[in-house]
T-cell receptor
Framework: DQQVKQNSPSLSVQEGRISILNCDYTNSMFDYFLWYKKYPAEGPTFLISISSIKDKNEDGRFTVFLNKSAKHLSLHIVPSQPGDSAVYFCAVFAGGTSYGKLTFGQGTILTVHP | KAGVTQTPRYLIKTRGQQVTLSCSPISGHRSVSWYQQTPGQGLQFLFEYFSETQRNKGNFPGRFSGRQFSNSRSEMNVSTLELGDSALYLC?????????????FGPGTRLTVL
């Protein structure tokens, strides 16, 4: 039973345009959300996070939106650059005793074309 | 500041053997988590250690074990290897004691079981 779902396996956008990556979760107890980027042969790199008491967090070109009623998380990248091409994972902490345990989605492959 | 390091980067073993993987966290980080990444299951949490104590464990058989040393370095061991254990094993470190801390990943150890 997949608790964190990224329903789009891949996304292709033009350089300079907006990339929107989506993530849905099933458990309303999830209360801290993160996005990671992964290049081949490297470990995931932390991008941005948001707690459940907020609905938006911004860091440079990256903005994460949280819609708790819909149990939906999205990452916006504006403007997209070719170097953003990578696999993007959303991840969540379930709270309470979830020490060190992130639950990941399956990932979305983002390709940004020059 | 040096990142998370993992050794070895690549390993080839045969069924029935055992293997030990090593992880050195970022200096000052006391929490180390381990994950298994496979094409079919994605990133799955194995266990987490803080101050030499296992605080959390994922749904993996007892063949998978770990430990943490006083300098926060961690090892994981897999005994009686099976073909299905072929995967990328990632460790991640984080700074503080609480639940909600961004994790910083190493490059991983690619284990192939023949």
């Amino acid at each position: 039973d997949q608790q964190v779902k990224q329903n789009s396996p891949s996304l292709s956008v033009q350089e300079g345009r907006i990339s929107i990556l989506n993530c849905d979760y099933t458990n309303s107890m999830f209360d801290y959300f993160l996005w990671y980027k992964k290049y081949p042969a490297e470990g995931p790199t932390f991008l941005i996070s948001i707690s459940s008491i907020k609905d938006k967090n911004e860091d440079g070109r990256f903005t994460v939106f949280l819609n708790k009623s819909a149990k939906h998380l999205s990452l916006h990248i504006v403007p997209s650059q070719p170097g953003d091409s990578a696999v993007y994972f959303c991840a969540v902490f379930a709270g309470g005793t979830s020490y060190g345990k992130l639950t990941f989605g399956q990932g979305t492959i983002l390709t940004v074309h020059p | 500041k040096a990142g998370v390091t993992q050794t070895p980067r690549y390993l080839i073993k045969t069924r029935g053997q055992q293997v030990t993987l090593s992880c050195s966290p970022i200096s000052g980080h006391r929490s180390v988590s381990w994950y298994q990444q496979t094409p079919g299951q994605g990133l799955q949490f194995l266990f987490e250690y803080f101050s030499e104590t296992q605080r959390n464990k994922g749904n993996f058989p007892g063949r998978f074990s770990g430990r943490q040393f006083s300098n926060s370095r961690s090892e994981m061991n897999v005994s009686t290897l099976e073909l299905g254990d072929s995967a990328l094993y990632l460790c991640a470190s984080s700074l503080a004691q609480g639940v909600y801390n961004e994790q910083f990943f190493g490059p991983g150890t690619r284990l192939t079981v023949l």
